[in-house]
């Protein structure tokens, strides 16, 4: 079975400062990998998925950027974080494109910006 | 545009029973999800419907009926571990995933 790590589970950083969250997952090959970020009490939103190795697409225009330098890892970053960006970001992961497998999420890390 | 309606909030008694309902509007459909949310952690998959019907798993069913555009999940036995938020999300016909806001549901004594 597929076990995804997402670090770290906590984050507080000011507005202005970069930011690297990574996730990895083990169990598969050549995943579908997403990051999500969900606002409190609102709905998960799509950031960035990955079909592949140096493949992203972006769903939402906004100042983060996503990277997959290997198979199994998936980095989501930001040059300036701003207030708006404050949430909680979950990697996700599902075997096949065109497939409707659920998704399994990484545990998921809370930001805040101040 | 492609919305999914549920409602914010509902609150039920342990031991009951309690029916959580999701509409939907989208581009296509190849499917609806529901997951299970504790708070601060991330969601779970609870069922998928793609044919319309009642899928049951232990003490949650998941019903579909795509002509209506319209979802429930069905939770029995109400147990205080189901205080939760359960999401539903649909896949459209580009196998994009549309996401509701989800509901939480508080379990009283």
């Known amino acids: 079975s597929q076990t995804i790590h997402q670090w770290p589970a906590t984050l507080v950083q000011p507005v202005g400062s970069p930011l690297s969250l990574e996730c990895t997952v083990e169990?598969?090959?050549?995943?579908?990998l997403y990051w999500y970020r969900q606002a409190a009490g609102r709905g998960l939103q799509l950031l960035f998925y990955?079909?592949?190795?140096?493949?992203i697409s972006s769903e939402v225009p906004q100042n983060l950027s996503a990277s997959r330098p290997q198979d199994r890892q998936f980095i989501l970053s930001s040059k300036k974080l701003l207030l708006s960006d404050s949430g909680f970001y979950l990697c996700?992961?599902?075997?096949?494109?065109?497939?409707?497998?659920?998704?399994?999420f990484g545990n998921g890390t809370r930001l805040t910006v101040t | 545009g492609q919305n999914i309606d549920q409602p914010t909030e509902m609150t039920a008694t342990e031991g009951a029973i309690v029916q959580i309902n999701c509409t939907y509007q989208?581009?296509?459909?190849?499917?609806l999800f529901w997951y299970q949310q504790h708070a601060g952690e991330a969601p779970t998959f609870l069922s998928y419907?793609?044919l319309d019907g009642l899928e049951e798993k232990g003490r949650f069913s998941s019903f579909l009926s795509r002509s209506k555009g319209y979802s429930y999940l069905l939770l029995k036995e109400l147990q205080m571990k189901d205080s939760a938020s359960y999401l539903c999300?649909?896949?459209?016909?580009?196998?994009?995933?549309?996401w509701g806001a989800g509901t939480k549901l508080i379990i009283k004594p």
């Open positions: 996700a992961t599902a075997p096949l494109t065109g497939d409707n497998s659920p998704l399994h």
């Open positions: 169990g598969t090959s050549n995943p579908n």
């Open positions: 990955s079909v592949g190795i140096g493949q």
């Open positions: 989208t581009s296509g459909f190849n499917g």
């Open positions: 419907n793609v």
């Open positions: 999300a649909v896949m459209n016909s580009n196998y994009q995933l549309i």
